[in-house]
């Protein structure tokens, strides 16, 4: 996790992207790849929760039954592919995840997990309680009685945070043919940047 100063060039191109998608709610969906314990890779849609306050760290959350919170456990290891229609441009944000379920000890990062739930829909919250995800059906589930908790209750236990600390990014424009690398320095202060064929 690093504080930001001024922004990096990439944050602010992506930050341009996402305002220019506005209206466009399936700019906000896009790829996160994680390593499984083969080493093979593991992808799927997920979508943006914000950046971390105070950093550039992307966030997003999920169940913490699912796959990818075990194999970041493991290998942090993460990749994110995101495409924008109109401006047709790619970002590909590759760092490590940190995964914040309710036994995390950063305080800081358990109040982001907070604030994350706080900001979520009743609907996405119910989800939580939904019988083990990737599961095999048994038609025997039992779907919860109750209704979600309420925003300003504590996370449920099954809620996790994700955090995605980004140390390159591959930024990659098809209409001007523009493509560019950013890196983080060893320091992790300062980011650098590269102008590649496209
Ligand atoms: C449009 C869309 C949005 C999704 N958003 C999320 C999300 O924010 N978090 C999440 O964990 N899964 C999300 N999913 C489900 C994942 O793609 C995936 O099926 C699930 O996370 C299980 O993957 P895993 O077991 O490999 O972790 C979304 C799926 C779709 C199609």
Redesign the pocket.
Known sequence: MMATKTLPAWRTKLQASLQRHEGVPFSK?FQLATIKPDGRP?N????FRGFLEGTNDIQ????IR???VAEAARNPAAEVAWYFTDSREQYRLSGLLTMVGPDHENQALQDARAAVWRGMSDKARAQYLWPA??APKTGKEEMPQQPPPAADQPPLPTFCLSVLSVKEVDYYETNGQTRYKYSLDGSGDSWQELELNA
């Open positions: 969906f593991s799927r849609t997920v979508v997003l959350v999920s169940d699912y796959n990818k995800p990737g």
